[in-house]
């Protein structure tokens, strides 16, 4: 029994192979593009459990492709596969809205973990889920059944990412949350102790949700983490 139908859009030939042997060794059904406009038509016209996408590739780059991807589909998780220490590649795929990335060169069993994580915990919520209301801080309130978020009744547009860390600290206000903490429930995955990504996100939050209000929610506990209270 397939464990998972995973389609992988690489353009180094070599690498892909390598990937797609060591997974359907694993028993996941696999699915090979290299090139953005082949990986975009091959997700489109059939359906996969994860895509795990190269940010560099020919005709459309990966960021693209994910754009794309996100205009109709916010549900299967994307691991975008990126050079190392390719910071601005990474925020902008999270904004785009992937749900995890791994650096090159990595360890296969590193990727089979981030994928057990998102094919266990897909990107989307369940209907039950969906049934949550709001969650509150103060005046600032979220949506979750629309995604909406507002402070003050001022509409706050967030990215993907952000939205992801604004919920899971507002689900967890009034307790100091470490960077481990923040980077394995809002990225999915322990990223080792990259802590680069948190700051960033955090400084982002704080530009949309407290910079133009009188009261600073986002508070920051120093050498542990961040903590979400009025």
């Not at 090979?32 to 996969?48: I, K, N, R, V």
């Not at 801080?137 to 509409?155: D, F, I, S, Y």
């Not at 604004?166 to 809002?186: A, D, G, I, R, W």
């Not at 990504?197 to 920051?220: C, E, M």
Request: glycine share 6%; aromatic share 10%.
């Amino acid at each position: 029994m397939s464990k998972g139908r995973i389609l992988i859009v690489e353009d180094e030939r070599k690498i892909a192979r390598l990937i797609q042997l060591e997974l359907e060794h694993e028993g996941y059904e696999t699915g090979m593009a290299y090139t953005g406009t082949e990986g975009l038509a091959e997700f489109q016209e059939h359906d996969w459990d994860l895509l795990l996408l190269d940010v560099m590739l020919p005709e459309l780059s990966g960021l693209e492709v994910l754009r794309r991807i996100r205009a109709n589909d916010d549900q299967t998780p994307v691991i975008l596969l990126t050079a190392r220490d390719a910071l601005p590649d990474k925020v902008s795929g999270l904004d785009l809205g992937a749900n995890d990335y791994i650096t090159k060169p990595f360890q296969i069993e590193e990727l089979f973990a981030r994928i057990r994580v998102w094919l266990r915990h897909p990107a989307s919520t369940s209907p039950a889920e969906q049934e949550t209301a709001t969650l509150q801080l103060g005046n600032l309130v979220v949506n979750e059944k629309t995604r909406e978020v507002t402070r003050e009744n001022e509409a706050i547009e967030l990215t993907p990412k952000e939205y992801d860390l604004l919920v899971y600290m507002l689900q967890n206000k009034n307790q100091v949350l470490s960077f481990e903490q923040l980077l394995t429930n809002v990225w999915g995955f322990d990223y080792y102790g990259d802590t680069n990504i948190v700051y960033v996100y955090i400084r982002y939050l704080r530009k949309k949700i407290d910079a133009s209000f009188s009261t600073p929610y986002i508070q920051t506990v120093r050498g542990v983490g961040y903590m979400l209270k009025e």
